[in-house]
T-cell receptor, first 113, second 118 residues
Framework: AQSVTQPDIHITVSEGASLELRCNYS??????LFWYVQSPGQGLQLLLK??????LVQGIKGFEAEFKRSQSSFNLRKPSVHWSDAAEYFC???????????FGTGTLLAVQP | GAGVSQSPSNKVTEKGKDVELRCDPI?????LYWYRQSLGQGLEFLIY????????KSGLPSDRFSAERTGGSVSTLTIQRTQQEDSAVYLC????????????????FGPGTRLTVL
């Protein structure tokens, strides 16, 4: 079955520290991959996406993600975290033959001053 | 421009009552999606509309759930005889186009409707 796994439920980092959020997928073929962020009381905002080509993709707010086919991973990174980055982050995938997104369970990021 | 809007933002209802949740997609977007976000299940796909095609209802959890999209724009998600396990945030999303050849197909999400069933 198609699935997306985010192994970390909750992560706390210090402001200014680097961040990596993990995402693994299980699909028959390489899906389209997305990272969304959800701030409290807000809808989901797309940070970045991967369809094909360059495996390192840049997104908004200084985020980037790297697609690694050999590891079935699409980890999200940011070199220096800001307090405003505290939110819940969702990795999602969509197969080529369907339009529905399959989401991971999310990673809640807390940022310490 | 205006994003996806949903109403109401919050809905409290009693077990057994019917509820209707509304979604206004971004103007011109042909594809519309409903998702449910709950503590126990995370974010789940419910239903997908694309133009005049038959909707993909494969995510609807029971026959108490139904949705329609009138005129290719506004959508209403109806839950009949609500149960406590229906309590969740219901998210609507739209995208410029759908279908197998959609290619780039970002989904834009609304703020959600928080449903509480007492």
């Amino acid at each position: 079955a198609q699935s997306v796994t985010q192994p970390d439920i909750h992560i706390t980092v210090s402001e200014g520290a680097s961040l990596e959020l993990r995402c693994n997928y299980s699909y028959g073929a390489t899906p389209y991959l997305f990272w969304y962020v959800q701030s409290p009381g807000q809808g989901l905002q797309l940070l970045l996406k991967y369809f094909s080509g360059d495996t390192l993709v840049q997104g908004i707010k200084g985020f980037e993600a790297e697609f690694k086919r050999s590891q079935s991973s699409f980890n999200l990174r940011k070199p220096s975290v800001h307090w405003s980055d505290a939110a819940e982050y969702f990795c999602a995938a969509r197969g080529g033959a369907t339009n529905k997104l399959i989401f991971g369970t999310g990673t809640l990021l807390a940022v310490q001053p | 421009g205006a994003g996806v809007s949903q109403s109401p933002s919050n809905k409290v209802t009693e077990k057994g009552k019917d509820v209707e949740l509304r979604c206004d997609p971004i103007s011109g977007h042909t594809a519309l999606y409903w998702y449910r976000q709950s503590l126990g299940q995370g974010l789940e796909f419910l239903i997908y509309f694309q133009g005049n095609s038959a909707p993909d209802k494969s995510g609807l959890p029971s026959d108490r759930f139904s949705a329609e999209r009138t005129g290719g724009s506004v959508s209403t998600l109806t839950i009949q005889r609500t149960q406590q396990e229906d309590s969740a945030v219901y998210l609507c999303a739209s995208s410029p186009r759908g279908g197998l050849l959609a290619g780039y197909n970002e989904q834009f999400f609304g703020p959600g409707t928080r449903l509480t069933v007492l």
